[in-house]
């Protein structure tokens, strides 16, 4: 009896979705800073110093997203394509994405630590997946 209510399939796809959903999230926060301190349409790059350093901060957040997604994005998808079903591999997928969304909510807030430690259980996920992956086509 499978207590997952998606198919394993399913669940990297959907994972992939809501990670590369998550990359925008500490944006909206930079969206929001930048019209309090008055966007500049002509140079919305330049504005990065103007920004209050939790703006900063989301900036550097969103950027490293585009950077773990795509490491992550290949593991799901070998997972996918190679038929990995196991519970591990669902528990990678999932953790990746949890560890994704609490990296950007202590990058944001300055908690360092906690932002590493997310930071390796999202590679970690990463690297599970991709184990996961080779140990299934021997």
Avoid at 8 to 36: C, G, M, T
Avoid at 66 to 88: I, K, N, R
Avoid at 103 to 108: D, L, N, R, V
Avoid at 114 to 135: D, K, N
Wanted: hydrophobic share 55%.
């Amino acid at each position: 009896m499978s207590l997952s209510l998606l198919p394993v399939p399913a669940i990297f796809l959907y994972s992939i979705v809501v990670a590369a959903i998550l990359i925008y999230l500490p944006y909206l926060l930079v969206a929001f800073a930048r019209v309090q301190v008055g966007y500049d349409l002509s140079a919305p790059r330049a504005m990065f110093d103007k920004l209050p350093p939790y703006a900063q901060r989301a900036t550097w957040a969103h950027e490293n997203s585009f950077e773990g997604f795509m490491v992550f994005a290949a593991a799901a998808l070998m997972a996918y394509v190679t038929g990995v079903s196991s519970t591990e591999a669902v528990t990678a997928a999932i953790a990746f994405n949890i560890a994704r969304l609490l990296y950007s909510i202590f990058y944001i807030t300055n908690i360092p630590l906690l932002r590493s430690l997310m930071f390796g259980i999202a590679s970690f996920s990463s690297g599970t997946l991709f184990y996961l992956s080779l140990m299934q086509i021997k």
